[in-house]
């Protein structure tokens, strides 16, 4: 499959609905993309059925929404769905709820969490977790908390007693400014998840639940939210945003100001089809 060009009105005349990625789409990690702030006041002032579709589960709704508006975009909080905010469905539907655990990340993914579990654990405490959740790459010493997670999921798989594992925001790279990027806390997951196979095979409790780009369940909100499946995703990275648009039914749009780089139809041809846009989006306005 080769990837067509589109601009952002003829995506509009199409859809009823358009959801964009945020990092590398809308911001850059510190600052708003050329055009970015023009795009958000041209669909609020039209009632575009946009919404912000973004796995950062490292702030809370309030704080993503106050984020964009320091930022020269008014986007609401019913305008943005991020992988944090299903962690408290995950924990009703995976009877979860009550269950002590050790949240990796920042204040305000505890937020996510906090009226779901019993307690709220630290990498200190003296209590043993029964879920871990992965919702930020830092600050830790991954060296040391790679190890202690490895052997306290390792021995409770033994004793039978599994702690779940759970990884809101599956992102391995975002953008951390205009030409810098981070590892996420998906890179570090990914390494225990495997460190664990290679200690006690493959058992579907030994890995993490994804929520966010390109698992199922984010776009299952969006599409909710939106209220039509006839929507576009508009992101920069092809191993979620693209992938998951294309894995439930969506079509999807490329931009080059993030972590893909390909701008020509041509770099897609050895790409494979669940990895390739049907647009090459030429610029937001």
């Given at each position: 499959m080769i990837p067509s060009y589109i601009d952002i009105e003829a995506i509009f005349d199409h859809y009823d609905a358009v959801f964009f990625d945020a990092y590398g789409v809308l911001v850059d990690g510190i600052d708003a993309l050329p055009n970015a702030e023009q795009l958000v006041n041209i669909?609020?002032?039209?009632?575009?059925?946009?919404?912000?579709?973004?796995?950062?589960?490292?702030?809370?709704?309030?704080?993503?929404?106050?984020?964009?508006?320091?930022q020269g975009m008014r986007i609401p909080v019913e305008r943005i769905v991020n992988s944090g905010s299903l962690i408290s469905g995950y924990y009703r539907d995976e009877d979860l709820v009550g269950r002590p655990t050790l949240v990796l990340g920042t204040k305000d993914s505890r937020t996510y969490v906090s009226g779901s579990c019993a307690k709220i654990l630290s990498l200190d405490s003296n209590s043993e977790p029964d879920v871990i959740l992965f919702t930020h790459s830092g600050p830790y010493d991954w060296e040391s908390t790679l190890k202690h997670l490895?052997?306290?999921?390792?021995?409770?798989?033994?004793?039978?007693?599994?702690?779940?594992?759970?990884?809101?925001?599956?992102?391995?790279i975002y953008q951390d400014g205009k030409a810098d990027f981070g590892m996420g806390a998906a890179a570090f997951v990914e390494t225990l998840e495997e460190a664990?196979?290679?200690?006690?095979?493959?058992?579907?409790?030994?890995?993490?639940?994804?929520?966010?780009?390109?698992?199922?369940?984010?776009?299952?909100?969006?599409?909710?939210?939106?209220?039509?499946?006839?929507?576009?995703?508009?992101?920069?990275?092809l191993e979620t945003d693209i992938l998951g648009a294309n894995n439930?039914?969506?079509?999807?749009?490329?931009?080059?100001?993030?972590?893909?780089?390909?701008?020509?139809?041509k770099e897609f041809k050895d790409m494979p089809d669940d990895l390739t846009?049907?647009?090459?989006?030429?610029?937001?306005v």
């Open positions: 669909m609020n002032a039209s009632a575009m059925n946009y919404f912000i579709v973004t796995n950062d589960a490292s702030k809370s709704i309030e704080s993503l929404s106050n984020k964009f508006q320091s490895l052997n306290l999921v390792s021995k409770r798989f033994k004793q039978k007693t599994p702690v779940r594992m759970v990884l809101p925001n599956t992102d391995f664990l196979m290679r200690l006690h095979g493959k058992h579907e409790v030994l890995r993490a639940a994804k929520l966010g780009k390109p698992h199922p369940p984010i776009f299952t909100e969006a599409i909710r939210r939106a209220g039509s499946n006839n929507a576009i995703m508009i992101g920069d990275q439930v039914g969506l079509d999807s749009a490329v931009v080059t100001t993030g972590i893909n780089k390909r701008s020509n139809p846009p049907r647009y090459i989006l030429t610029s937001l």
